[in-house]
C-alpha cells in the first residue's frame, strides 16, 4: 500500500497520560499536515510541515501537544497530560508542494481519553 | 472570523437523481476549493479541486462550480447511485504559507435505491 498510513488506527488512554501518533506519508510528498476531527466536524487543522520543517502551527493547537519530522520522513504527534477533551480522530495528510495540490489522507488514528 | 457553511446537515435523494451540495463562505478570500468524501471511520478522500479563475470543473459525474462573486461553490453528483452515500466535505484555501484546508462541517448524503 502506497498510500498515507497511521499508527496506532485506536488508542485508549486514561487522562494525564501521553500518547504519541504516527505518520508515514507517500514517499515523495514533502508536505506533511495533521488534523484532528471530532464527531460531526470537519477536520481541524493542527500543524504542517515542508520537509523535516514545522512551518505553521494553529493557534488553537495546546501547549501539551508537540509534533516533529526529524528527516522529513514520518512524523510523531504527541499529547502530553491528556485532557477528556482531547478525544478526537487525528488525522495525518500529505501533499506536494505543487501550487495548491490535493491533499492524500490517512485512516486516522482514533483517540479515547477517559 | 472565516466561516464556512455546507448547505445541510443531511440529504437524501432517490437514486439516479442528481444531488447538489452546496458551500457557502464568508470573511475568506480563498485561492481554491477543494471537495472531498468521507466514509465513516475513514480519511478524507479528494474529489475535485477548482481555482478561483475557474467558473466550473468536471470529473466524470461530478461537476463543480466556483462563484466568488456569491462566495459559493456547488458540488453535484450526476446519476446518483447508493455508493455515492458518504459526508461531502468543501475545503476552501488559502495563498501562500501552509496548503492547509479549512473544512466545513460537510453534508451526509443518503442515496436511496
Known amino acids: 500500500d502506497t498510500g498515507v498510513s497511521q499508527n496506532p488506527r485506536h488508542k485508549i488512554t486514561k487522562r494525564g497520560q501521553n500518547v504519541t501518533f504516527r505518520c508515514d506519508p507517500i514517499s515523495e510528498h514533502n508536505r506533511l499536515y495533521w488534523y484532528r476531527q471530532t464527531l460531526g466536524q470537519g477536520p481541524e487543522f493542527l500543524t504542517y510541515?515542508?520537509?523535516?520543517?514545522?512551518?505553521?502551527k494553529s493557534r488553537l493547537l495546546s501547549d501539551r501537544f508537540s509534533a516533529e519530522r526529524p528527516k522529513g520522513s514520518f512524523s510523531t504527534l504527541e499529547i502530553q497530560r491528556t485532557e477528556q477533551g482531547d478525544s478526537a480522530m487525528y488525522l495525518c495528510a500529505s501533499s506536494l508542494t505543487v501550487l495548491r495540490d490535493e491533499q492524500y489522507f490517512g485512516p486516522g488514528t482514533r483517540l479515547t481519553v477517559t | 472570523s472565516q466561516k464556512i457553511e455546507q448547505n445541510s446537515e443531511a440529504l437524501n435523494i432517490q437514486e439516479g437523481k442528481t444531488a447538489t451540495l452546496t458551500c457557502n463562505y464568508t470573511?475568506?478570500?480563498?485561492?481554491?476549493l477543494q471537495w472531498y468524501r468521507q466514509d465513516p471511520g475513514r480519511g478524507p478522500v479528494f474529489l475535485l479541486l477548482?481555482?478561483?479563475?475557474?467558473k466550473e470543473k468536471r470529473k466524470e459525474r461530478l461537476k463543480v462550480t466556483f462563484d466568488t462573486t456569491l462566495k459559493q461553490s456547488l458540488f453535484h453528483i450526476t446519476a446518483s447511485q447508493p455508493a455515492d452515500s458518504a459526508t461531502y466535505l468543501c475545503a476552501p484555501g488559502t495563498r501562500g504559507g501552509a496548503n492547509n484546508l479549512f473544512f466545513g462541517t460537510g453534508t451526509r448524503l443518503t442515496v436511496i435505491p
Open positions: 510541515f515542508q520537509n523535516e520543517a514545522q512551518l505553521e
Open positions: 470573511n475568506y478570500s480563498p485561492a481554491y
Open positions: 477548482i481555482r478561483e479563475n475557474e
